[in-house]
């Protein structure tokens, strides 16, 4: 498993909202995109992707802060997966449009 950096200090993000809603939780910070075919275990929300910093990190029940996603309906697919799963994260914040 990679080392990840643990901040405890409060932070609140605000933006500009897609979906409706509030949530609250531990953020998961990446600055690299994550691919959902084939860089994500869907049933458990595990970054598998071989060369991402959050390799074998599990996003679910966090605040996914990431970049955005590699690929195109099949990181649509997986997440969605992940959500049926009950392993998808809390929420998504896209630092880039």
Not at 9 to 22: D, F
Not at 41 to 67: D, N, W, Y
């Amino acid at each position: 498993m990679s080392e990840v950096e643990v901040q405890t200090r409060p932070i609140v993000i605000t933006g500009r909202k897609v979906v409706g809603g509030v949530a609250e939780g531990e953020a998961l910070v990446t600055r690299e995109t994550i691919s959902g075919w084939g860089g994500v275990q869907a049933m458990t929300g595990t970054v598998i992707e071989s060369r991402h910093e959050l390799k074998g990190v599990s996003f679910a029940g966090k605040v996914l802060v990431f970049p955005g996603a590699k690929g195109s309906s099949g990181w649509s697919g997986v997440f969605h997966t992940a959500r049926l799963a009950g392993s998808a994260p809390l929420a998504m914040v896209f630092m880039t449009m």
